[in-house]
């Protein structure tokens, strides 16, 4: 890191951990701004705080407020980023503007992942990635390329459908992004653990997943490192039903014009509203699932010689 580059502000909670080479686990927040409705957003992000806490590492929840890059936020930040109305959205490439402007933003992956680095965080945990969405749009999410650019292992619940799931896993390839499953044979696809797709690496103990971060470090990789963790078999969604009701969803987008960062926001929020709360049952469930292996994962590497 340059020295011109920003220290993001930081909770004393977060500072400290970070001093002392505790782990500690990023989590993003336009899943609070954009991702869930008011007030679920807010209790759900300070729940997750609460689980990543409970398996030992300490949680920094990303934003930029009024212009600042933090990493950890007070309960009354989360909350205004779950209620406030004029929050935008920020991907790693609006962050400048979004400085200069002294705007209040939920980051995104890609932009969680900038500020988690930034703060010298390399442990993320999310619901879903952005990735290449269906069609021939060439709508390709900012998350991909980060992933490719910047060494943050991000934890997901695998590739919601209302992606194109094969393609952004070749395109994961493309960008040489190390993919690993967590203790399954099948790729996951965020609201079922099912996709019909292959898992590719499969890792059944966390401490293995970061041993194979540690490997990729030590062969030179600089890339981050995707996570996929299959929802809870108890939480998962019927995988037909869910699908039908994506297909709907992405019609309704194409028809009412949605494009660009307002794509993915608007199909969220018409599936929490169609599915009657079942859809943000299934993600609040598998938000938790995550934040959970990420501390773990980050535990693990904390110790002594396993991270270089
Ligand atoms: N997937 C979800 N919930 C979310 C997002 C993705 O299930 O809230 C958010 C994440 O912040 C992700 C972003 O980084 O959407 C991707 O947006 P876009 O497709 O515009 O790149
Ligand atoms: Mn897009």
């Keep these: 890191m340059t020295t011109s580059m920003i220290q993001p502000q930081m909770t004393d909670e977060v500072a400290m951990a970070i001093a002392q080479g ?29 689980a990543v806490r409970d398996e030992g590492a300490v949680p920094a929840t990303i934003a930029v407020i009024d212009g600042i890059c933090c990493a950890g936020l007070s309960p009354a930040q989360v909350e205004r980023l779950g209620r406030d109305t004029d929050v935008v959205k920020a991907a790693s490439r609006d962050l400048g503007a979004c400085l200069v402007r002294g705007q209040t ?25 952005g990735g290449v ?11 991909l390329t980060e992933l490719s650019v910047t060494d943050v292992l991000v934890v997901c619940a695998g590739v919601k459908s209302i992606l194109d799931i094969p393609r952004t896993l070749e395109m994961l390839e493309t960008l040489r992004v190390p993919v690993v499953t ?26 293995q997943i970061a041993a194979a971060r540690s490997a990729n470090r030590r062969v030179g990789m600089t890339t981050g490192m995707l996570v996929a963790n299959p929802i809870p078999a108890a939480d998962a969604l019927d995988a037909q039903e869910i699908g039908a009701t994506i297909e709907a969803s992405l019609a309704a987008a194409e028809a009412q014009g949605i494009t660009g960062k307002d794509v993915t926001p608007f199909l969220l929020g018409r599936l929490n509203e169609v599915t009657d709360g079942t859809a943000l049952a299934a993600n609040i469930a598998l938000v938790l699932n995550n934040a959970r292996l990420a501390a773990r994962i980050a535990v693990a590497g904390a110790n002594p010689g396993v991270w270089a």
Excluded: C, K
């Design 105 to 129: 933003a939920g980051t995104t992956v890609s932009a969680t992942m900038r500020i988690a680095a930034l703060a010298g965080i390399d442990v993320f945990a999310t619901g879903g990635v």
């Design 22 to 50: 505790r782990p500690v686990v990023a989590l993003e927040s336009t899943i609070i701004s954009h991702g869930m409705p008011w007030p679920r957003n807010a209790e759900v992000a300070l729940a997750v705080e609460q």
């Design 182 to 207: 967590y203790g399954a044979n099948e790729f996951p696809a965020f609201y079922t653990p099912h996709s019909g797709i292959d898992a590719g690496e499969r890792f059944d103990d966390p401490a």
């Design 133 to 143: 969405h269906r069609g021939e749009g060439m709508d390709i999410s900012a998350d």
